[in-house]
């Protein structure tokens, strides 16, 4: 049957929809699929990223003495199990007596808030401001006392979540004890199996998840212990209370990505100006210069490895990474949109007749010599900093 141009372009357009419809409907069951095994993943992928953060250092263990490779695994897991016992018992009791006295003086704490609220509601009214703080913060001692009695209602529950927190980091380590010792020869006992084609895909991939987890992971440690130690080493002098643990809280926050350093702003104004409000000024001052050190210089130079994409996909990344794994998917969000990243950029390539799928491990190479050409033949212009933000 022969149809009109107009019936044939109805036809296509139904085929589209049909198709767009059927990607959905495939892309929300693998999505379920991911759900259902979320735990064994995140445990697998953690495993991976502690590997990729022990392996240079088990390489040059293993190659500078006469330790074979269960050796030097075994010699980095027991330094690793020395110096965190050494910080924690050195740690550990300071940051316990001073959560303790941040406890105490908790109501201390919540009536100081409470005035503040209070002058800042008159201020409000003065100024005719319609808004009504006081109700607002009224709301927020009842919240917090549901959270605590539920807390204590279910302290079997949170014995129980610390036990499987405990199980899951050993058998996180255990894993990467294994990808320590035989992921390389298993690696290429999986690669010499393939053709040439897919061979040079599965090194691209590999290359790609060392660039962005392994430079990843590593700059997110190295830039949550600077700024944890910078956090120290100006709350302490300033005389803020509590300078242990919020340079603790600082430092892990700023190690999530693109919202770490706003979370890490917080705790530390919050205390200042109910402990300390004559220094407040001085601590938004260094914090904000801390802040600006650590994202516009140290975080480049550190994260450098880390693929770069677009903050859209930034925020798809992180909601998408939080939804299926929580902290550890956001944590893990950015190298995993790294990782697709290169390969949206292979697959562009690819369609394009810019490479063949036999040169697909060159990728990262080749992109590397063109922005280095790139910034050689225009030495005037700034060079880019690559980070997980972008």
Same mark, same amino acid.
């Given at each position: 049957m022969?149809?009109s141009a107009?019936?044939?372009?109805?036809?296509? $357009?139904?085929?589209?929809?049909?198709?767009?419809?059927?990607?959905? =409907?495939?892309?929300?069951?693998?999505?379920?699929?991911?759900i259902?095994?979320? %735990? &064994?993943l995140?445990?697998f992928?953690?495993?991976w990223?502690?590997?990729?953060?022990?392996?240079? @250092?088990?390489?040059? *263990?293993d190659?500078?003495?006469?330790?074979?490779?269960?050796?030097?695994? /075994?010699?980095?897991?027991?330094a690793?199990?020395?110096?965190?016992?050494i910080a924690?018992?050195?740690?550990?009791?300071?940051?316990a007596l001073?959560?303790?006295?941040?406890?105490?003086?908790?109501?201390e704490?919540?009536?100081?808030?409470?005035?503040?609220?209070?002058?800042?509601?008159?201020?409000?009214?003065?100024?005719?401001?319609?808004?009504?703080?006081?109700?607002?913060?009224?709301?927020?001692p009842?919240?917090?006392? %549901?959270?605590?009695?539920?807390?204590?209602?279910?302290?079997l529950g949170?014995?129980?979540?610390?036990?499987a927190?405990?199980?899951n980091?050993?058998?996180?380590?255990? *894993?990467?004890?294994?990808?320590?010792?035989?992921?390389?020869?298993?690696?290429?006992?999986? $690669?010499?199996?393939?053709n040439?084609?897919?061979?040079?895909e599965?090194?691209?991939?590999?290359?790609s998840?060392?660039?962005s987890?392994?430079?990843?992971?590593?700059g997110?440690? /190295?830039?949550?212990l !600077?700024?944890?130690?910078?956090s120290?080493?100006?709350?302490?002098?300033?005389?803020?209370?509590?300078?242990?643990?919020?340079?603790? &809280?600082?430092?892990?926050?700023?190690m *999530?990505?693109?919202f770490?350093?706003? +979370?890490? !702003?917080?705790?530390?104004?919050? &205390?200042?100006?109910?402990s300390?409000?004559?220094?407040l000024?001085?601590?938004?001052?260094?914090?904000?210069l801390?802040?600006?050190?650590?994202?516009?210089?140290?975080?480049?130079? +550190? @994260?450098?490895?880390?693929?770069?994409?677009?903050?859209?996909?930034v925020?798809?990344?992180?909601?998408?990474?939080?939804?299926?794994?929580?902290f550890?998917?956001?944590?893990?969000?950015?190298?995993?949109?790294?990782?697709?990243? $290169?390969?949206?950029?292979?697959?562009?390539?690819?369609?394009?007749?810019?490479?063949?799928? $036999?040169?697909a491990?060159?990728?990262?190479?080749?992109?590397?010599?063109? =922005?280095?050409?790139a =910034?050689?033949?225009?030495?005037?212009t700034?060079?880019?900093?690559?980070?997980p933000?972008?």
């Amino acid at each position: 049957m022969k149809l009109s141009a107009r019936e044939r372009q109805l036809v296509m $357009t139904l085929v589209v929809l049909l198709s767009i419809f059927l990607a959905f =409907e495939v892309a929300a069951r693998v999505y379920e699929a991911i759900i259902r095994v979320a %735990d &064994v993943l995140i445990i697998f992928i953690v495993a991976w990223a502690v590997s990729y953060l022990l392996a240079p @250092l088990v390489n040059r *263990i293993d190659q500078r003495t006469r330790l074979n490779r269960v050796g030097s695994v /075994l010699v980095v897991y027991v330094a690793i199990a020395v110096l965190l016992a050494i910080a924690l018992a050195l740690a550990v009791p300071g940051l316990a007596l001073q959560l303790q006295a941040l406890s105490e003086r908790g109501p201390e704490y919540g009536a100081r808030a409470r005035d503040s609220v209070a002058g800042l509601q008159t201020s409000l009214d003065h100024l005719g401001v319609p808004v009504n703080l006081t109700d607002l913060y009224g709301q927020v001692p009842q919240r917090l006392a %549901d959270l605590s009695g539920a807390i204590a209602h279910d302290a079997l529950g949170f014995v129980s979540a610390t036990a499987a927190l405990v199980f899951n980091a050993v058998l996180v380590l255990i *894993i990467a004890f294994i990808m320590l010792l035989d992921g390389d020869e298993l690696w290429s006992r999986f $690669t010499n199996a393939l053709n040439d084609e897919l061979r040079s895909e599965a090194e691209l991939f590999r290359q790609s998840a060392d660039r962005s987890f392994g430079g990843f992971v590593r700059g997110s440690l /190295l830039l949550g212990l !600077f700024y944890g130690i910078a956090s120290l080493v100006y709350l302490v002098p300033l005389g803020v209370p509590f300078a242990g643990v919020l340079a603790l &809280v600082a430092g892990l926050a700023v190690m *999530i990505p693109f919202f770490g350093p706003l +979370i890490a !702003f917080g705790p530390v104004l919050v &205390v200042t100006a109910l402990s300390a409000p004559d220094r407040l000024l001085p601590v938004l001052i260094v914090t904000i210069l801390l802040q600006q050190v650590t994202l516009n210089v140290i975080g480049p130079r +550190i @994260l450098s490895n880390a693929i770069g994409i677009h903050p859209l996909f930034v925020f798809l990344a992180l909601l998408l990474g939080s939804r299926i794994g929580g902290f550890w998917g956001v944590l893990l969000a950015m190298p995993f949109a790294g990782i697709i990243n $290169t390969f949206v950029r292979y697959a562009y390539e690819l369609a394009k007749g810019r490479r063949a799928r $036999t040169d697909a491990a060159t990728l990262i190479e080749d992109r590397q010599i063109a =922005e280095a050409a790139a =910034e050689s033949a225009d030495p005037g212009t700034p060079a880019v900093a690559v980070s997980p933000s972008r």
